[in-house]
């Protein structure tokens, strides 16, 4: 394959061009380092090397103005900005820049096209007066403001550019601008120079002028990259620019269109893969590289082009070890590094509330580099404040607070959590801080790295960027503005890769292609809305009115893409193109119009397959352990501490948990609550009944004495929240409706005991949260073991004794009755409160605290209206007959099944086994 770029060599050295005299103008600075080695293999002697420049560098040079940086436009245009608008219609710069992207973007298209600015803007307001036309004298305050801000852009866009030329600095299309206004001076100045203009497409008006101004004057020449295939064919948008070109420049009445091309025609092989879902296609193209490197020395000559760019993480992450050498020509961009979660994470905490949310403060704590500024030899102390914040429920906190906790680490802790004061000014000089601290840190740690170091780097220029801006400007007064502009300068700017530029595999996005030749490539993302990217309209200006002046619209920007992408298949071997066959509103729409155009076109023979995703197998067998020595000891051990009902109940649920939770000692996690949590309700609940009913053990409930601890809710179940939510605020929100909720639990169960008291009927508490201890011998293994359990209530019901459980979540009558006793130890969903009920029974009557026969049950503070909802046994599911007694039958049939469940958790034989729950 002979590229484009050896064909203009080879073109300029027969016409006896000597190469170092002339001046390369290229679309981009990255073609220029191809253009250098390819010289290298045109010339048998040493030379200097030629001037080559981009044609942003080049106008620049001609117009002898500088670009300047996005955010320092949008500075400079504020000033003018409050200058030229009536002080009761000013915006704050926050508002302000929102709206004047869009119009400096408008601004800079008007200049790139040589638009004269009175025509456009006084056609713009026009037609803005006629679309609010009204039959009305007076229009409304909204109307009269609204076209005022139309009549005013021209204003603006005038003073602002009277602004930025005393500077001598601009927008890229007022650089051009003063370019086509100082090409002549220019070229009077430099007759001894050759200007050769190589790969160009489509060009902007300022461009236009210029080129065909330097080769009128026979200061140059220029070279095009185009087949015949697209430029013979009216509608296609391949050939779009170039036709246009060819037709309306006069210098191509005299001098040949160079070059028409027939690469295109021969013979190639292209490949379309439809994968699901990006991930799908990055892994694909892993595949493929380990497939082309196997059967090519290098991939020296092999690119892959990123339509989206977002996926050159997950690519990085997918290409084979066994590839060498990959250069990297796009950058990887600052905001999806790791440092950037960070001042993402501190600005959102100090833009809007003074006090700190937990969940920031975790978050800031727990990031990567933070913590090691909190390591210690006994520990790390960002772990142990982590851990206060749970252990005490702090939703919120201050800084000093924490400051207390740490007192070694206050002035890391000043530096990320005290109050920024809504001051652009300390919120650099915290973050400035702060990048520092964290290089110290690292420049401790004898590993490697230098990865971080490079983000630190990257991340302080981010912010001396920003002290400039605010030492120059005094429009930065809020963090909250501060952030608006940190976000804009990491979403534009990025980390480069370093390489060796024209070794191995080339990995690029479709910009960086231009002017390049691959013998293989591969293009991802080939889908609609991406490549070509369709309509988009950010701009003040009308697609009707772009089209009167001659501006480009998403059409010509989609010819660009059209362009590219065919120019990259145009001199390859080897095509593979990818699509997404799951598209969706973020990842771009259906396959692309380029994929169906190939295949319509019947130039080649096309071959599309549909991959399927390539998704591990996961392996969903449960988990099994078998029970060691080590294991009965501790079982041993805990047998002796006592199995209580609820831990029985939770191995027959499922024994894995049981094993995790008592074998091995593992806890649940225990977050902050930041609204009560279910289990802490039933806390509070329970509690505040055992101090209402504790002082009457022994003694007959009264009606008056229910009356008193009704009159006492309040006191009571606040004292009991305080306690168990600990720091935590329930004096709003959703706290303050479950801490209203605890209250009418509370007040409807002691209705409910003053109605039963109304009715005749006779209650006296015999215990109140009794803690029971017994053993239980176990001759099949020859085992005592102990069985604990607390009790919520035993009183005497019109002289029948029951033993009753307190549960707040919602228990329906069913789940209190048996009808086989084997599925008390095994189905948990149905048998597990009749289970925790039995036991308790059984415990109390073998510690001798109750005499037979009993009833137990559960009262449901969700399910009220039912009542005591009692044990019941059933001859059959269907049967309306229940016997509710429990006496010693009952009780030894459950012992016997309760030996069965103990025996079961201490065979050898069987493992604990997961269960599906």
């Known amino acids: 394959m002979i590229s484009f770029i050896d064909e203009v060599l080879k073109d300029l050295v027969g016409k006896s061009y000597t190469l170092s005299q002339l001046t390369f103008v290229l679309p981009s600075k990255r073609s220029g380092t191809f253009l250098k080695h390819a010289i290298s293999k045109h010339v048998n002697e040493t030379i200097f090397s030629p001037n080559i420049l981009s044609i942003e560098e080049f106008v620049e040079t001609i117009s002898e103005f500088q670009y300047t940086s996005n955010s320092e436009l949008l500075f400079d245009f504020y000033d003018v900005y409050l200058k030229n608008t009536p002080e009761k219609d000013l915006e704050s710069f926050d508002k302000f820049s929102k709206w004047a992207q869009v119009l400096l973007q408008d601004f800079n298209e008007i200049d790139r096209y040589l638009i004269p600015p009175d025509d456009i803007f006084d056609y713009l307001n026009a037609i803005k007066e006629i679309e609010h036309w009204s039959l009305d004298e007076q229009p409304t305050t909204y109307i009269k403001n609204y076209l005022q801000f139309w009549n005013r852009l021209k204003f603006y866009y005038t003073e602002f550019k009277k602004h930025l030329k005393v500077q001598k ?267 520092l601290k964290i290089k110290s840190q690292l420049d401790q740690d004898k590993s490697n790295q230098l990865l971080s170091l490079e983000y630190l780097y990257r991340f302080h220029e981010i912010f001396n960027t920003l002290a400039k801006l605010n030492a120059s400007f005094s429009h930065i007064n809020s963090v909250a503005t501060l952030f608006t502009l940190y976000r804009e300068l990491i979403k534009n700017d990025t980390l480069d890769f370093k390489g060796e530029p024209l070794k191995g595999l080339q990995i690029m996005g479709m910009l960086e292609s231009r002017v390049l030749d691959f013998e293989t490539v591969i293009i991802t993302s080939v889908n609609e809305g991406i490549l070509p990217a369709g309509k988009s309209h950010n701009s003040f200006i009308p697609f009707d009115v772009k089209l009167q002046n001659d501006l480009p619209t998403y059409k010509e920007k989609d010819a660009v893409y059209t362009y590219h992408f065919y120019r990259l298949i145009q001199r390859s071997k080897s095509a593979y193109i990818l699509y997404n066959t799951e598209p969706d509103v973020l990842n771009g729409g259906e396959k692309s119009r380029f994929i169906t155009q190939l295949e319509v076109e019947g130039i080649h023979t096309i071959n599309h397959q549909i991959v399927s995703a390539k998704v591990p197998v996961i392996n969903t067998q449960l988990k099994t352990i078998k029970k060691s020595k080590d294991i009965i000891k501790t079982l041993d051990d805990l047998a002796q501490k006592g199995f209580s009902p609820s831990s029985l109940t939770n191995y027959v649920r499922n024994p894995m948990d049981f094993y995790y939770e008592k074998i091995l000692g593992i806890k649940q996690y225990d977050d902050v609550e930041e609204s009560v949590a279910f289990n802490t309700l039933g806390t509070i609940i329970h509690n505040t009944l055992e101090d209402f009913y504790k002082p009457i053990v022994g003694e007959f409930l009264t009606e008056g004495v229910v009356n008193t601890m009704i009159k006492n809710i309040k006191k009571v179940v606040t004292h009991h929240f305080k306690i168990e939510y600990k720091d935590g605020d329930f004096t709003n929100g959703k706290n303050l409706l479950i801490y209203e909720i605890a209250q009418r639990y509370v007040a409807n169960f002691l209705r409910l005991e003053l109605k039963t008291l109304k009715n005749g009927n006779q209650i006296k508490i015999l215990a109140i949260e009794t803690k029971n201890d017994v053993s239980l011998n176990i001759d099949d293994i020859s085992k005592t073991v102990n069985l604990t359990g607390k009790v919520d209530r035993i009183d005497e019901y019109n002289g029948t004794i029951r033993i009753i459980d307190y549960k707040t979540g919602k228990v329906e009558a069913g789940k209190v009755e048996i009808v086989d006793w084997d599925d008390i130890t095994t189905d948990y969903t149905k048998y597990s409160k009749s289970f925790q009920i039995l036991m308790y029974a059984y415990m109390m009557f073998k510690s001798n605290q109750i005499t037979l026969p009993v009833e137990a049950g559960i009262i449901s503070f969700k399910n009220l209206n039912s009542g005591f909802l009692k044990f019941a046994i059933k001859p059959s599911i269907k049967s309306r007959t229940k016997n509710h007694t429990i006496d010693e039958a009952v009780l030894l049939a459950f012992e016997n099944q309760l030996k069965k469940l103990i025996i079961e958790i201490y065979d050898v034989n069987l493992d604990f086994e997961e269960k599906e729950v």
């Open 169 to 435: 600095k601009g927008y890229q299309g007022l650089v051009y601008r003063e370019a086509v206004d100082n090409i002549e001076q220019y070229l009077s100045l430099n007759t001894h120079e050759t200007f050769i203009f190589v790969g160009f497409n489509a060009l902007n008006k300022a461009e236009n002028v210029i080129i065909q101004e330097i080769l009128a004057q026979d200061l140059g020449l220029i070279y095009w990259d185009i087949d015949e295939v697209f430029i013979n064919n009216e509608v296609h948008d391949a050939g779009l620019f170039l036709r246009a070109h060819r037709k309306e420049w006069n210098y191509f009445s005299k001098h040949d269109f160079n070059w028409i091309g027939n690469n295109y025609s021969q013979p190639k092989d292209i490949q379309i893969i439809g994968a699901p879902k990006n991930i799908s296609q990055i892994k694909y193209v892993g595949e493929l590289l380990e497939t082309i490197a196997k059967n090519k020395k290098n991939l020296q000559n092999t690119a892959v082009v990123l339509g989206d760019e977002t996926l050159l993480l997950p690519l990085l992450n997918s290409i084979p070890k066994a590839i060498g050498a990959v250069n990297i020509t796009m950058g990887l961009p600052l905001k999806v590094i790791p440092l950037a979660s960070l001042f993402e994470s501190l600005f959102n905490i100090h833009k809007s509330s003074k006090t700190l949310y937990y969940k920031d403060v975790i978050g800031v704590l727990s990031n990567q580099y933070v913590s090691q500024l909190f390591q210690q030899t006994t520990g790390n102390v960002s772990d142990n404040l982590i851990s206060y914040i749970q252990e005490n429920n702090k939703v919120y906190l201050q800084s000093s607070e924490l400051k207390a906790l740490a007192i070694e680490h206050r002035d890391v802790i000043g530096l990320l959590f005290d109050s920024w004061q809504d001051s652009s000014s300390k919120a650099i000089t915290c973050c400035t801080q702060l990048i």
